[in-house]
């Protein structure tokens, strides 16, 4: 894994943090630079073909979770899907998608989200806008998996 990479991810992600929790928008110009960060790291550490390949099956994935959310905010909350997610919500997981490999992708997507929720239920009371600052919370939580992978190697988070 290389570190420069990995640094600037996690400052990178630490700024997205910071703003979704003080300003609940992100500026636009950090999803592109994790973006670029995140392929880069991925790419490095696969073929390209199992990159693509990679790459297809979480952004299949996010986009069926995607119509699902729209059509559960369209048909039973009554509500736009830009009332219920965001646009850097949309985008971390765009990140994440293009960032890891399937297996690690998904154990990441799904413990960023439980992590979010239990997070956002411990801060509820004392947040001022009751919004959940979703991409903020996948932020730290991914911040805290690279920093904690990067001390201790646990896993290899892309040769999963």
Known sequence: MQVIPIVLLIIFLCLITYQDFNQRKVTLLLFPLILIIGGYVQITNQTVELYLLFTAYNLSFISILLLILYLYTKIQMKKKLSKSLGLGDVL????????FPTATFLVLFSGSLVFSLLVFL???PILKEKTVPLAGLQSLFLTLVLIVNSFFNFVDLYQI
């Not at 971390?92 to 960032?99: A, E, H, I, K």
């Open 92 to 99: 971390f997981f765009l990140f994440l998608g293009v960032s």
């Open 122 to 124: 411990l801060l509820k």
